[in-house]
């Protein structure tokens, strides 16, 4: 456990700058990109610690499993996005029927 623990400390301090400014790069937002960064080494310190645990050796290298997951959580935020924009584009259509009608009291509904 204190191999990895070490491990994971060097880890830490050799890639959390460059993973922050990929994904900072990736997001625009700033405070966000931070908590991604944040939750990729909790995701793969809980993974790590799990493999150990039963004995397993699944990550060979830790620099591009720390930039794949915390891709993966990239792609999870734009889909979190686009389905809430989604949602709210319907919402607007459908109460503001009036919005997209001219003036003209000739158009009825």
Not at 42 to 51: C, E, I, L, P, T
Not at 52 to 62: F, Q, S, V
Not at 68 to 82: C, G, S, V
């Amino acid at each position: 456990m204190d191999d990895l623990h070490r491990s994971f400390e060097e880890a830490f301090e050799a890639y959390s700058n460059e993973l922050f400014r990929h994904a900072s790069i990736r997001l625009s937002d700033r405070e966000r990109a931070q908590e991604l960064t944040q939750e990729t080494f909790m995701k793969v310190w809980v993974h790590a610690q799990k493999a150990e645990k039963n004995d397993r050796a699944d990550i060979r290298e830790l620099r591009p499993f720390l930039y794949r997951t915390l891709r993966n959580l990239i792609i999870d935020e734009y889909r979190k996005h686009k389905a809430t924009s989604l949602e709210a584009m319907d919402e607007r259509a459908q109460v503001d029927v009036g919005y997209f009608m001219s003036p003209d009291e000739s158009n009825t509904v």
